[in-house]
Every structure is written in C-alpha cells, then in structure tokens.
C-alpha cells in the first residue's frame, strides 16, 4: 500500500483584514505592484496607471492606506441557464497576487533579521542560504544549504500553503573577486556575498564596488571554466531521501516554532498527505516495449540481449572507419576489438545490434595536430571518396573530452560531426581519455552500439501499442549560454509507436517558421492519412496565444478542423513541487503513478521502480515531470479517458530513449529536439545538413 505526501504546509490567514499603504510615486524602499491587483480604491485615488507602489502593512507617511478582508465575500446568483450559483464578490477583499506578495516580503524580512543570507527577489518566493554542515575537501569554498519557500493558493487544499523546497549547497569561493579578476573575465560573476548580503554582481551596491575584496562570489560554470576546474561527476544517489531530509530539518528547525507560526500559523500536522483521489496510474503494458520477432520485454538492456532489436538498418553494405590522433591509436585499436566482440566485457555489435562490423583497411584517418585538430581532419576527410551505395559511419575518438572547461576545444566536436553530415556520414564520439582510464568502459558499449542503430537508421525496440491516426510532434529548447541565445528544436512522429521522420530546428523569436514546419508535416501526413484524428503537440513549456494562433491558422486552411491537443512538459526541478511514497524506504513512488495538482495538471513519476522488489539502483532516482493538458475544443479536456491517454503516451515516449540501456524520465518528444538545439549554434549558419533532418545522427 503506497501512501503519498507532498512537499506542502497548509496554513489559515493570521487575521481576518489587512491595511496596506499606497502610493503611485517610484520609491525603491517601496514594492512595486502591477495596476490588476491592487484594490480597486487605489486606482480611484490615484487615477489609472501601470503599477504602484506599496508598503505592505507598515505606515508610512503620506501613503494611501486601504483595509480589505483577506478572504473574499461570495453572493449567490443565477447564471446564464437560470441556475443558482455562488459568485466572489470583486473587489471584497485583498488579491491573492497581493496576499501571496505580502506574504513572501514578511517571509523574507523574517529570516533577514535573523542573519541568514536571503535572495533579494521575493516576489514568487524567498530562498534562504544556511552555513552547511557539509565538509569542502578542496579548502577553496564555504558551503551553503538553500532552501525556497514559496505562497501558493489552493494547489492542492482549500487554504493558502507553503511550497518548501531544498536547492542542494551552494559553493562561494573564499577568495575575493580582487583575487580572482586576474583569472576570471567580470562578465563570469554572477551571484555574489558582500557583507553577508546576496546580490548580482552588476547590482552591488557602491560600498562593494569600494571593496571588492571583501566580495566573494558563488561559484558557477563560467568561473570554473576561467580557472580551468575540473568537472565535478553529477551526483547519482537518492535525490528523494536527500530532499526530504533537508526540507524535515528545515521544517522542525525554522517552521515549525512558535515565533514563525506568529508570522504564518502554518498547522502543526506537517506536510499535506496526497488524498487518493489525486492519484492515478497508467495503463500495465504502459512499459511494455517490442524488440526482435516481436518478444516483449520492460527492461531495454534484457530485450536487447535476450531478443535482439526490434529492426535492423535498410541496407547491410555499412562501413565503419576511424578518426583519432597518432597518440590514440591504442585507444582505437581497443575500440575495434570491442566492436569485433574480441576484447572482455563486449560480445561485439554483430551481436548485440545484429549488425555486421567491417573497416576497410588503410580507409581510417589520423591526424597529427592535437591541440587544433579541425583544419587536418577537414582536409583528410573532403579529399577521401565515399562510395554512394555505402552508409557510412565515423568513430571519432575525440582528444578532448566533450565536458572540457576549454570551449575552443569543445568546438571541434561540433564541427566534426557538421563536417560528416555534410557528407551524410553519422558519427559516434568516443572520449579517448574514458576508454584507457576506465577500467569498465565495457559497460558503456551497449549504450555506443544502440545510439549506432539509431544512427543507421535501426530500431533497437518501439512500443508495444496500436498505431493510432494522429501526427505527434515534439517541441524542445535550449538555451546556450555561450550566444545567450534560445533554440528551439523540433521532432516529428507520423506514428505513435516512437518513431521519427523529421527534425527542424529554430530560434526562439521564429514562432511562424516553427507553425509553418508543423502546418507542413500534418499536411504530409494528412495527405497518406486522410482521417487524421488529432494533432499532439508535446511543449517544452505552456504554449502561449502566440505560439498557437498560426498552427490553428494553418490547420483552417489545410480545411482540417481536428483538435490541437497541448501537452506541456515540465522537469520538475528542485524548487518545485514534488511528492513521496513515505511507505517505501527510499521514498520514489511506483513508475507510471501521477497526481492531480489543479485543472489538467499533473505530477508523472517516471521511473524504473515497477515494484518494491524490481528496481535497479543504478537506474537513479528521477524526479516527476511536469504536465499540463490543453485542447483547442475545450470540452475534449474534460474526458477523463483522453486525459489518461496522453499521459500514457507521455510515459511511453520516455521509453524511447537511444541513447542509452538506461530508463530517461523526459519523453524523446522533448529530449530530442533538446539535444538538436544544443548542437545547432555551433553549426554554420544555424542550419543542420540536410542529411541530419530525419537521421539521429545527435544521439
């Protein structure tokens, strides 16, 4: 028997009515309020503007003061089919934007006072930074727990609650920005400590721009890639257990004493338990995934080698070749042995993908210069001859490895792989560093040889579903840091069984080039599918009236009037809402459950744990995602059975991953297209060669 908590306190208003003060003069001491949710009797006062100007509930001279109930007044009235209904009364109380804004700011002034180091923007939430336990090993940095408290109304009760969240520990170089400019480019500061205060660099006030010995800033990647720090490897261990830990010593430490609960009486029965009728599961053969002669199988990494996959490439004449520097040729020479099935840990591609492995001798390119490669490789590889009727596929065992703080040499690896594209040639990047210093590298090779598949055109395994009449597209971004520029990648499925046919890819201010792309697939599915049902369209975020209006368009004149159903997908990042199985010691709930957390929206665990007993520690433990489902006709929303449907399908698209053996918890719709944006700011004019347009050649 599962049993369910939440992340969230529920707590009752303090008093019954609130006296703010006003103003509609910029005061920088004063928070400033958009014109929708102040009272009405503000914009009677001060005659209609964009925002103004608010104390909150101190007196301050000359400020407008208005008393309002917190909890609104309701009348009951005849709606338009001449039945009773209950309505709120405008204006009869405070806005909750307002209440939720009052709030945070007593919150925030609460751990202030105390001296902890608060985040100065509390408009959505305070995060608060506490001196951590933990032990630096470096001697470089002080260490910081930050934990988020965030107001919300009626989520998931019929009160206001308090969203707690843990933000992992925060590392602050104990040397100075004066020590570190030497190294470290002005622009890499971001978040700074100055006189036990939080702030942005470029906002320091005057006194630490007197001094900037006495700041110290937080650490980040930018930093680290100036003083050339190594990488730290991600941290695999129970996020749940690690989350819930913090967030019960935050609760009984600083919440769950009488001098808060003065400010926010939040009630003593601590976290809210999910009520059952908020949770649901999807379908049992959800998981189920087909590989070869149609044997089934949960778990990719035993389908694969019990099985074989699903399908093979269209064409049997594959050649594969190397690129590697002269210092490598060990590392090659590993490479093709574990290929061929002839060194331990790896019974070779012939036999796990079922396709043959052949180099041509003397065909493989090596190259001398190792600290500016591209120039070498680009000419080795325009004057060598490749025979059309053979796919093609590149080993390019990469000098650097492609985490590298130097971005220089990170560049390379793009332009290889733009480079093979251009000549409709997939490459698989080997690290050249893991292959020698890892003594289990065999462990990665079922992961190298199904992204090969994938690349040649195979099918390692799909799902285990009937096709259904409905074109699914995928809409993923990323932002790069480098160019400060969001990319916006798309993915294109003519079936709900996992496949794709096509990838674009934009920027983010080209929403009709991106409409004009989906107009353009439904009408090439249209025309082979007459009877096309639906449009689904997974979204990297919610869809806006914007980015919507030209699909709706498009459809119009296509003469198509089928719904556009909108599944937003979310990670769910730390600072958000998350739920725990607290009847299970390491506390993820079951694979497949999801909770109702408001109107279409929902909480989708998306895991490997099918059972107390079946679950594989080494698959991680991934938080929920995310969703929201929204229809052009409205009312199909409100079918239970179709809702459930696309949260199926959600949970089956994440199993679709091949990139890797391992279980992902985002659906490829999002994860593809994702990955296609990361790459295409390093390609030449922004643009993927034709050759990588229905290839994953990104893998």
């Not at 690690?242 to 609960?261: G, Q, R, S, V, W």
């Not at 590989?291 to 080698?305: Q, R």
Request: charged share 25%; with cysteine.
């Amino acid at each position: 028997m599962q049993n369910h908590c939440f992340n969230i306190l529920a707590f009752a208003h303090p008093q019954n009515e609130l006296t703010c003060y006003f103003t509609n003069v910029e005061d920088e001491k004063l928070t400033r309020v958009y014109h929708s949710i102040v009272p009405d009797e503000v914009m009677q006062e001060f005659g209609e503007q964009e925002h103004y100007y608010t104390s909150f509930t101190k007196a301050v001279e000359g400020l407008y003061p208005v008393t309002k109930a917190v909890s609104p007044s309701y009348e009951i009235k005849e709606d338009e089919n001449g039945e009773q209904r209950s309505y709120r009364i405008h204006n009869s109380s405070v806005s909750i934007s307002l209440l939720k804004r009052y709030y945070n700011a007593r919150i925030h002034e609460y751990f202030q006072v105390k001296g902890f180091l608060v985040k100065p923007n509390f408009i959505s939430d305070t995060e608060i930074w506490l001196p951590s336990k933990k032990y630096d090993k470096t001697g470089q940095f002080n260490l910081f727990d930050r934990y988020s408290l965030k107001v919300q109304y009626k989520t998931v009760t019929k009160q206001m609650e308090l969203l707690v969240t843990s933000g992992g520990t925060s590392k602050v170089y104990k040397q100075s920005v004066e020590e570190l400019q030497e190294s470290v480019s002005p622009k890499a500061f971001n978040w700074v400590i100055f006189e036990n205060a939080l702030y942005k660099f470029d906002e320091l006030p005057s006194a630490g721009k007197r001094a900037y010995h006495k700041v110290f800033p937080v650490w980040n990647f930018d930093i680290r890639d100036a003083l050339g720090e190594t990488t730290e490897a991600p941290d695999k261990s129970n996020k749940y257990i690690k989350f819930k830990a913090a967030i019960d010593f935050f609760y009984k430490t600083y919440l769950n004493t009488e001098e808060f609960k003065k400010l926010i009486p939040i009630h003593s029965n601590g976290y809210i338990p999910v009520e059952e009728i908020r949770l649901g599961r999807v379908k049992s053969n959800s998981n189920q995934l087909l590989f070869g002669e149609g044997k089934t199988d949960i778990v990719p990494m035993n389908g694969m080698k019990n099985h074989g996959p699903f399908d093979f490439s269209d064409t049997s004449k594959i050649h594969f070749f190397f690129i590697f520097h002269k210092d490598d040729v060990k590392v090659a020479k590993k490479m093709d042995s574990f290929f061929r099935g002839t060194e331990r840990g790896f019974g070779g591609l012939s036999k796990f993908i079922h396709t043959p492995y052949h180099t041509e001798k003397g065909f493989s390119i090596m190259f001398e210069d190792r600290e500016n490669p591209y120039s070498e490789i680009y000419q080795k590889v325009t004057e060598k001859h490749f025979e059309p009727d053979i796919q093609y596929i590149a080993i390019y065992i990469s000098p650097f490895s492609k985490n590298t703080s130097d971005k220089e040499s990170r560049k390379v690896y793009y332009k290889v792989k733009e480079l093979l594209l251009k000549k409709g040639i997939s490459s698989q990047v080997i690290d050249a560093e893991k292959v020698l210093s890892n003594e289990k590298y065999f462990y990665s090779l079922p992961n190298i040889a199904i992204a090969i598949l994938a690349k040649l055109n195979g099918i390692p395994w799909r799902l285990d579903n009937t096709v259904k009449k409905e074109l699914i597209v995928g809409v993923g971004a990323f932002k790069n840091p480098e160019f400060n520029i969001k990319y916006i990648g798309s993915a294109f499925s003519f079936s709900n069984n996992g496949r794709f046919n096509r990838f674009e890819c934009f920027q983010q201010d080209q929403i009709k080039e991106l409409a004009g792309s989906i107009i353009k697939s439904v009408k090439d599915y249209a025309d082979l599918n007459p009877d096309i049902k639906r449009l689904v369209i997974h979204f990297y975020k919610t869809m806006n009236r914007d980015e919507l209006q030209p699909i709706e368009m498009g459809l119009k004149r296509l003469g198509l009037e089928i719904p556009v159903f909108i599944v937003s997908i979310n990670k769910t990042e730390s600072l958000d809402i998350v739920a725990f199985d607290v009847s299970w010691k390491d506390l993820m709930p079951l694979s497949g459950t999801y909770i109702n957390i408001g109107y279409n929206k929902f909480l989708l665990f998306n895991n490997t744990r099918y059972s107390n007993n079946n679950f594989n520690f080494y698959d991680g433990f991934p938080f929920p995602i995310k969703l929201k489902i929204e229809c052009t006709q409205k009312e199909l929303v409100d079918d239970i059975k179709t809702v459930r449907e696309l949260i199926d399908q959600v949970y089956q698209f994440s199993r679709m991953y091949w990139k890797s053996v391992r279980q992902q918890n985002l659906p490829v719709t999002i994860k593809y297209p994702e990955m296609v944006a990361e790459m295409l700011p390093h390609f030449e004019g922004n643009e993927i060669p034709e050759f990588g347009k229905d290839n994953l050649w990104f893998l």
